[in-house]
């Protein structure tokens, strides 16, 4: 399984960006793999941001992104988003996508920084 992010880059305080997680390669149809975000900063863990089961009916986010970070998918393009916005510099970090079903994998990340 291959997962590409794109859409990262530098954003104002209070701006928005949408990610998005192409996947490729995979050995199940797409709608099978529960989806998340994951993000990190140097020096921490890699924290859930939010994630979508594979029916898209179960949605959860980190609690210092809701109602600000809304997480999405499209199972016939195989891909998911993470639409941001009101951003503040502590979302700055590498995003992550991840795909699970029986194995888990890991994009190669996509950089976000907030800053004025």
């Known amino acids: 399984v291959q997962l590409v992010e794109s859409g990262g880059g530098l954003v104002q305080p209070g701006g928005s960006l949408r990610l998005s997680c192409v996947a490729s390669?995979?050995?199940?149809?797409?709608?099978?793999?529960?989806m998340s975000w994951y993000r990190q900063v140097p020096g921490k863990e890699r924290e859930l941001v939010a994630r979508v089961n594979n029916t898209g009916g179960g949605i959860d986010y980190a609690d210092s992104v809701k109602d600000r970070f809304t997480i999405s998918r499209d199972n016939a393009q195989a891909t998911v988003y993470l639409q941001m916005n009101s951003l503040k510099p502590d979302d700055t970090a590498v995003y992550y996508c991840?795909?699970?079903?029986?194995?888990?994998?890991w994009g190669q990340g996509t950089q976000v920084t907030v800053s004025s």
């Open positions: 991840h795909a699970q079903r029986i194995l888990g994998y």
């Open positions: 390669a995979i050995t199940w149809p797409f709608s099978m793999y529960d």
